[in-house]
């Protein structure tokens, strides 16, 4: 009779030796594909944006701050992902992101062209379309003749002006390049309606204390979002779905 002589504690301490080499291979092996892994993400990104208050103005301090500066702000301190920021004209933001010099642009809301060159983030904001004209004007959006005979605006770069235009309305050649200029030339009757952001139309009125000279009419429900370069989401497709879920959760 052989008698074989079992050493439990080495026993125990080789398959202890196992499980956790063995729990640490599997470990590193489900982080690897994680289709969220951290390491997909870039390190730090360009965004470009207009300073139109409320979505994002520079503020009295030289801070820039707003509303949807606020949601992008945290969706991507959330994923650990820096940014830097370039502020101009509106048109020229978009015009960035087409060229591949910035990663994505903000505030917008979704039209056919942007689509081409861009993928939309999930909305950040939400944004009402709606024209605003005199008291006294004679040619009101509800009227039948409005879209044909009024002259309408907005401003340069706009989702709104390209709609106008693409839907037959009898729009200025040459559009402002604000807001506050698209007022002031109704007030000067050069035009008949302007079609504009509510939040950034109501934002102009009490700024200059012009409330109460215009009627607003609501238009369109058009929600604000982010808009990255086809090539960046390209060559981090994990990051959308994942910036995505932060604004949920930077929304709520």
Request: net charge positive; with cysteine; aromatic share 12%.
């Amino acid at each position: 009779m052989i008698t074989v002589r079992i050493n439990t504690q080495d026993l125990v301490s080789s398959l202890f030796m196992r499980l956790t080499v063995s729990g640490i291979f599997s470990l590193m092996l489900g982080s690897f594909f994680l289709p969220g892994c951290w390491a997909s993400f870039p390190s730090k990104i360009l965004l470009a944006t207009h300073n139109q208050a409320p979505y994002g103005s520079y503020q009295p301090s030289g801070s820039f701050d707003g509303l949807a500066y606020q949601v992008v702000e945290c969706a991507l301190a959330q994923l650990g992902v820096a940014f830097n920021l370039h502020v101009v004209p509106w048109k020229r933001a978009q015009r960035e992101v087409y060229i591949g010099v910035a990663d994505g642009f903000f505030a917008a809301s979704q039209n056919s062209e942007r689509d081409k060159y861009a993928v939309k983030s999930r909305s950040i904001l939400e944004q009402q379309w709606t024209w605003y004209f005199l008291k006294t004007a004679k040619m009101k959006p509800d009227n039948k003749q409005f879209k044909h005979q009024a002259r309408v605006s907005s401003f340069l770069g706009a989702n709104m002006h390209s709609y106008l235009k693409q839907q037959g309305y009898q729009v200025l050649s040459v559009p402002p390049g604000s807001t506050k200029q698209l007022v002031q030339m109704l007030k000067l009757k050069r035009i008949d309606a302007a079609l504009a952001s509510s939040d950034v139309m109501e934002h102009v009125l009490k700024d200059n204390r012009w409330h109460g000279q215009l009627v607003a009419h609501p238009f369109k429900s058009k929600p604000l979002a982010v808009y990255f370069g086809i090539p960046f989401i390209k060559r981090y497709p994990a990051f959308l779905g994942a910036f995505n879920q932060q604004v949920a959760n930077c929304r709520m």
